[in-house]
């Protein structure tokens, strides 16, 4: 499908667009509603076949978010909010669909979306002082303002395991999940990988399968999730307090409100301590985390928490060394993205599951009836890979971004992403980045950066056109200094003791970078702010 814009032999005249957003999911909706509310002309590019981008893409069994959905929700207009019902707790991934398909159709969004589309460049262009983007559909255009929407857990992580081509039966990536659902009964299915979306994925695979054989190289920490329906008193309850909710989101440390405490884990008795993490782990969620005041930061406080979720797979678990192979070891808990299940420890008690250890026995090579380890060799006839994501970097390198100079943003951040409060990076004048590295993003509530991050990008937009300024980029030392204190605040958690996706760990050959920032939403929506209200201080804006 093409769109009939501008292509290359009329680039040169006057600008074709005064923005380009790529990616229509919760970010690049938001970025188009408020850039219209400023006039621009704006178009969205967006590869999938429909709005949604991660819930567009997400459709694996079991596939739900883990931040409550009244909380998980736009909360940039009342009227919205009102006149939207959420059914469950934590939302399935076909609500948060339907929710957005609404948001586009409420907010007559489509019409500047063209669908089916990837962008395969965007290129500044010196001499213009413009952006120029093209697609695989033969798009051409340019645009002042570049705004990438395209997510932090977008690429596919797919591991090159030899002989996968030979496989005879389907594979499958969980965030390409076939849109027409996969019949599995009666099949053996194979599972690799054990992170949020594994956990989620195994105990609806399990139902269906004639048998599952997980292939886990580290075990995970997991919280049951205890989702239910809402009952109306609860939906009438949020929506006479939203204001409220919302504005207690924006000022927390991850964009969610739960009860802060201020004990440490160290400073109550064995038995008060058991019995405060018996209370969080029967309401679930992963504000168990958030039970002790300091379980990111000191490691025998920590240890205290991993031990009673390590005491809690041993209780579920019938066969004491399938708990004992589930048990995380090699982590603090926390470090890496805590897991939110449910009924996924139970699984295992299933006679159709197979735990079985590649970290002691890794996999050698799939062959054309199974997959086969150092040791055995597993007869399947589905092969799934819950193998995660090139996070963060991944997405924007795809987009093959140029800045001044012809400079990759690949070249530019080859030792690690080098940014302003993950907005923006220098020597890429007007390309700004949606949650990008360097921004809370992906250790908070996504939605509320979203809106932070999309409301401080329009802001930007508008005061640069009131004063009459046409470029905007950071300046070197600015960006050095928060690439430095992004990195200071994470060294001060536990989480660099983990080898996660927020290190860029899983990923061979990626730079071993603390990518998000551990600061917090609320502090680090009152930096973004005071920047703002002294005129942009740490960028350089021209004309
Ligand atoms: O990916 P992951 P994910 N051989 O990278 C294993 C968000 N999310 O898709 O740990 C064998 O966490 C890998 O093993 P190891 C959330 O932020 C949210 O599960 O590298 N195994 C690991 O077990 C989450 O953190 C929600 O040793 C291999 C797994 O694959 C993020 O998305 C739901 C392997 C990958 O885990 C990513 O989660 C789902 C190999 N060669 C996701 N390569 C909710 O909101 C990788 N693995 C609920």
Redesign the pocket.
């Known amino acids: 499908m093409s769109s009939g814009y501008q292509r290359s032999s009329e680039i040169g005249r006057a600008r074709d667009f005064d923005a380009v957003i790529i990616g229509a999911g919760f970010s690049g909706l938001y970025m188009l509603y408020r850039l219209r509310a400023l006039g621009l002309s704006t178009r969205v590019y967006e590869a999938g076949e429909g709005v949604g981008g991660t819930w567009y893409w997400?459709r694996y069994p079991g596939?739900?978010?883990?931040?409550p959905s009244v909380h998980y929700s736009y909360s940039f207009s009342p009227e919205l909010e009102q006149e939207w019902e959420w059914t469950e707790k934590?939302p399935r991934q076909p609500e948060i669909l339907r929710y957005l398909n609404h948001v586009a159709d409420r907010f007559d969004l489509r019409p500047s979306i063209q669908f089916n589309t990837s962008v395969t460049s965007a290129a500044y262009d010196d001499a213009r002082g413009h952006w120029i983007i093209q697609t695989d559909q033969g798009d051409q255009v340019s645009a002042s303002y570049c705004i990438t929407a395209v997510g932090c857990?977008s690429t596919p992580?797919i591991?090159r395991?030899p002989g996968i081509d030979s496989f005879a039966g389907p594979v499958y990536h969980?965030?390409r999940w076939p849109h027409e659902g996969v019949d599995l009964t009666g099949k053996r299915v194979g599972v690799?990988?054990?992170?949020?979306?594994?956990?989620?994925a195994i105990p609806q695979i399990a139902k269906q399968a004639a048998h599952v054989t997980v292939?886990?190289?580290?075990p995970?920490y997991s919280i049951p999730a205890h989702n239910r329906p809402l009952t109306a008193e609860e939906k009438a309850s949020v929506k006479a307090q939203y204001r409220q909710l919302r504005q207690t989101d924006r000022e927390s440390a991850i964009g969610l409100t739960f009860a802060v405490t201020n004990q440490s884990a160290l400073d109550v008795t064995p038995e008060e301590r058991q019995q405060k993490l018996e209370g969080a782990w029967a309401l679930g969620g992963f504000q168990v985390l958030a039970t002790f005041s300091d379980v990111a930061i000191n490691l025998q406080a920590n240890t205290h928490m991993a031990d009673f979720v390590r005491s809690k797979i041993a209780e579920i678990v019938h066969d004491p060394a399938v708990a004992k192979l589930l048990m995380p070891h090699d982590h603090p808990i926390g470090s890496?993205?805590i897991?939110?299940d449910t009924e996924y420890y139970e699984t295992y008690n299933r006679e159709n599951v197979t735990l079985v250890d590649?970290?002691t026995s890794?996999?050698e090579e799939i062959t054309s009836t199974g997959l086969r380890t150092q040791d055995a060799e597993y007869p399947l006839g589905v092969i799934v890979?819950?193998?995660?994501?090139d996070?963060m970097t991944g997405s924007l390198f795809n987009l093959n971004i140029r800045g001044k100079d012809g400079l990759a943003l690949k070249e530019k951040w080859a030792h690690g992403p080098r940014t302003y409060l993950g907005l923006m990076t220098a020597d890429f004048p007007n390309l700004f980045t949606i949650t990008g590295p360097g921004s809370p993003s992906?250790l908070s509530n996504m939605t509320v950066s979203i809106e932070q991050h999309v409301e401080w990008i329009a802001e930007c937009i508008q005061y640069m056109r009131e004063h009459h300024f046409t470029h905007l980029e950071p300046q070197r030392e600015a960006e050095d200094a928060w690439v430095a204190h992004v990195n200071e605040v994470a060294h001060l958690t536990l989480y660099p003791r983990a080898?996660?996706?927020y290190l860029g760990?899983?990923i061979p050959g990626k730079p071993r970078i603390f990518m998000p920032y551990v600061g917090g939403v609320g502090n680090y929506r009152i930096k973004c702010q005071e920047i703002a209200s002294k005129g942009y201080t740490g960028f350089a804006l021209s004309v």
Do not use: M
């Not at 292939?215 to 580290?218: A, D, E, L, S």
């Open positions: 997400n596939a739900r978010c883990d931040s934590y857990l992580n591991p395991i969980t965030s690799i990988g054990t992170g949020s979306t594994g956990i989620q292939f886990q190289r580290t995970n890496k993205r897991c939110v590649v970290r890794p996999i890979f819950a193998t995660g994501f996070a992906v080898n996660s996706w760990a899983n």
